[in-house]
T-cell receptor
């Protein structure tokens, strides 16, 4: 089944404890991105990647890192999480940048930073 | 600034009613527009994708239209059911830059039995 998977689905952590949220897609998509969703602010892009080893900042990249060593995986890294990073996170992928392609979303990761 | 606006923010209708959700965007240079459904605390379910060259798309009881010149899209839901209750999000892929999805804040739909 074609899908985008994220792990973990739920995470409660404490300020400053490094964490990684994994994202994997099995559709051979080139373009992947991370969004966060907050009440009243909607969904905003954090980082995106156009292909392996090519990543760039989205609208709200502060406090986050990403890597794209393989085409299928695009982990989101929080080196020192803070309470303002409590949010619902979504990973997305699409076949190619700059095409009329649908974006596919993972199931979301609900992160709480205490 | 590239923005997407959805009006109304919330809508409550009786079961069986036909309804229209509205989405407007600020720049006609888009690749496509997607409508999503989101249940509380859950992920995004893609409903319809309209490419920039298309005027509408249909899936079951759903019909989405796109008018690039006016910067508007509508999602028409026929014969609404309580199971249609959810938040509906409109998202646009603008040309250029990161070509990210720019989301509206959604319309929360409640269909009352």
């Amino acid at each position: 089944e074609a899908q985008v998977t994220q792990n973990p689905r739920y995470l409660i952590t404490v300020t400053g404890k490094k964490l990684t949220v994994t994202c994997s897609q099995n559709m051979n998509h080139e373009y992947m991105s991370w969004y966060r969703q907050d009440p009243g602010l909607g969904l905003r892009q954090i980082y995106y990647s156009m292909n392996v080893e090519v990543t760039d900042k989205g609208d709200v990249p502060e406090g986050y890192k990403v890597s794209r060593k393989e085409k299928r995986n695009f982990p989101l890294i929080l080196e020192s999480p803070s309470p303002n990073q409590t949010s619902l996170y979504f990973c997305a992928s699409t076949p190619k940048r700059g095409r009329d392609n649908e974006q596919f979303f993972g199931p979301g990761t609900r992160l709480t930073v205490l | 600034k590239q923005e997407v606006t959805q009006i109304p923010a919330a809508l409550s209708v009786p079961e069986g009613e036909n309804l229209v959700l509205n989405c407007s965007f600020t720049d006609s240079a888009i690749y496509n527009l997607q409508w999503f459904r989101q249940d509380p605390g859950k992920g995004l379910t893609s409903l319809l994708l309209i490419q920039s060259s298309q005027r509408e798309q249909t899936s079951g009881r759903l019909n989405a239209s796109l008018d690039k010149s006016s910067g508007r899209s509508t999602l028409y839901i026929a014969a609404s059911q309580p199971g249609d209750s959810a938040t509906y999000l409109c998202a646009v892929t603008y040309r250029g830059g990161s070509e990210k999805l720019v989301f509206g804040k959604g319309t929360k739909l409640t269909v009352n039995p």
